[in-house]
């Protein structure tokens, strides 16, 4: 029989340091599922999702810089940002952007910088600037507890559109 428990890092106070143990614990299993994923198709879409794995990797990095600025924090982005997200995450069309051209380690590179981030800027939150509500663009309001939730939910998501990928190569 085997125990599951959530284990909060050192330095962050109790709730944040719980909701970044299972962010962490989500991105562990999206990275499992990436490391299997065969690095020559990181470039394609099947023809039922529209969506490469890249693309799908792009978009969960990019949304999570996006809520953990704009809404949990509140700041502008790092510098760095353009070097990481040259293309925008949507067309026009509201599909998202075909990003083309980058190998699986730099996808998994921009994963990495994008957590770090996370993981820094978090530190600085108490458990009761969790409950602060902030604006977002839509004019909507959500709070920096509910924002880590729903990274979690998103990325599950595409997760899932990952191993569909992946289960259509015949893996």
Request: include cysteine; charged fraction near 30%.
């Amino acid at each position: 029989m085997t125990h599951e428990s959530i284990d909060r890092p050192e330095g962050y106070s109790p709730q944040v340091g719980a909701l970044l143990a299972m962010t962490e614990e989500c991105r562990g299993r999206t990275l499992r599922l990436v490391e299997s994923l065969d690095p020559e198709r990181i470039d394609t879409p099947p023809a039922w999702l529209g969506n490469s794995p890249g693309s799908l990797l792009y978009h969960i990095a990019a949304i999570e810089l996006d809520w953990l600025f704009a809404e949990i924090m509140a700041k502008d982005f790092p510098e760095e940002t353009s070097v990481w997200f040259p293309h925008d995450v949507r067309e026009e069309s509201g599909r998202l952007t075909p990003v083309v051209g980058e190998s699986k380690e730099h996808h998994l590179a921009r994963l990495r910088w994008v957590r770090d981030l996370m993981r820094d800027e978090l530190r600085s939150l108490s458990d009761d600037d969790l409950q602060v509500t902030r604006p977002t663009d839509g004019g909507n309001t959500v709070t920096p507890e509910w924002v880590l939730h729903h990274l979690m939910q998103h990325e599950a998501e595409h997760r899932g559109q990952l191993g569909e990928i992946q289960a259509s190569w015949g893996r």
